[in-house]
Every structure is written in C-alpha cells, then in structure tokens.
C-alpha cells in the first residue's frame, strides 16, 4: 500500500444542512448519526478556507473547497450521494492535494466520511469565494451555490454557542448556526433551499 503524504492545515469552515435547528444527527438521545434527520433526508452544504495549508511540500494557502451531499436516511445508513468542488485557483498538484485531503484518501478529518460515501458526483474547479463578516460565515460558486450561516441568538454576552460535540471535522470547538437567507444549491440534478436551517462553523486544524 502507497505511503500517506505528510499534510497539516489550518482555516475556517461551516456547514448548513436541510435539518431544523438543532440537527438531531449530531445532537439527540440516540447514538451520534443514528438519528433520523428532521426532514427525512438530508441535503448538506459544507465549505471550507485554509489560511495556511501545506501537502508533501504543496502550499495550499487562500484556497477554498466545497463539499455538498444528500443523505437519504440516517447518516450512519451511509449510501450518500457527494459532490466537490475546487478552487479554480488551484494549479494541477494543489488540485491533487485538496481532492486526496477532502476526499478522506490522505486521512484526517474527511476519511471518516469515506465508508458512507455510495455515490460520487466527481469533482469540478470552480470559482468559489469565502467571506467572514464579523460572525457571519458565507461561500459562493456563481450559478450553483450560495450559502451563509449566522449564530444561532444566545444570552451569552459572546453572542455564540459553542460545543464540544464531536463532530468530525471540529470536535472540540463547533458554533451552533442557523442558515441564511437565500442559501441555496442547484446542481447534479439536485436543487435544495437551507434557508433558516440548522448550521454550524468553526475554525480547523487538521494534519495526518
């Protein structure tokens, strides 16, 4: 079996799913990912920055990435349907590094979702813009996603929730959020609206 590439990066994420606030997969009185979504299935939109980023001598600083999904039952059911997408700014090695990282070949956080995985869309570089405005999180790719997660209102004087919930790609530190509005996704023949449901963000540093 071929050696893993030694990577470690850093950055910030978040997600929005078609869940309600907050999603039961993660949080509920079952197992974590055994529960039912609130929807039924489950329709997930995760994008990604990495400030600093490095793979086998590779920088991969100021790139983005996109992973979107549907699960039809219980994530832990597996049989989810994956697509990705690339920074079009990546050249052919950084494009490499990210699709072994993000798609769990290398590893880290991603390769816990690889055994759940039943259908691949593939992967496509596109133009993908990251913002963070104060605490609001946001990704675009023109004319296929656009999507954004406030926190969710809190008493606390920080104005966010934070949680040591386990979740995969931030286990120790996750801010629970809510989708914005407008945050949709059309693409694969999929076409889904997450608007005012359940999100999360946090930032990441990852290695292998």
Known sequence: MATQKSWKLTGDYFETCSCDVVCPCLVSPNPPLTARPSQGVCDVAIAFHIDRGSYDGVLLDGLNVAVVGHVP??????????????????DDRQSAALEAIFGGAEG??????TPLVGTHLGVRKVPITYSIQGKTRSAEIPDVMRMSVDP?????????????????IAPDKLA??????????????????????NGYYAPIAWSN
């Open 176 to 197: 629970l959020a809510v989708g914005g509005k407008d945050s949709t996704f059309t693409d694969h023949g999929m076409r889904w609206d997450n608007s005012g449901k």
């Open 108 to 113: 880290g956080p991603m390769a816990a979702f």
């Open 152 to 168: 969710l209102p809190t008493m606390h004087p920080g104005g966010e929730i934070w949680t040591s919930a386990g979740h995969p």
């Open 73 to 90: 039952g219980p994530m832990a059911d597996g049989n989810w349907t994956l697509a990705a997408y690339i920074d079009e700014r990546a």
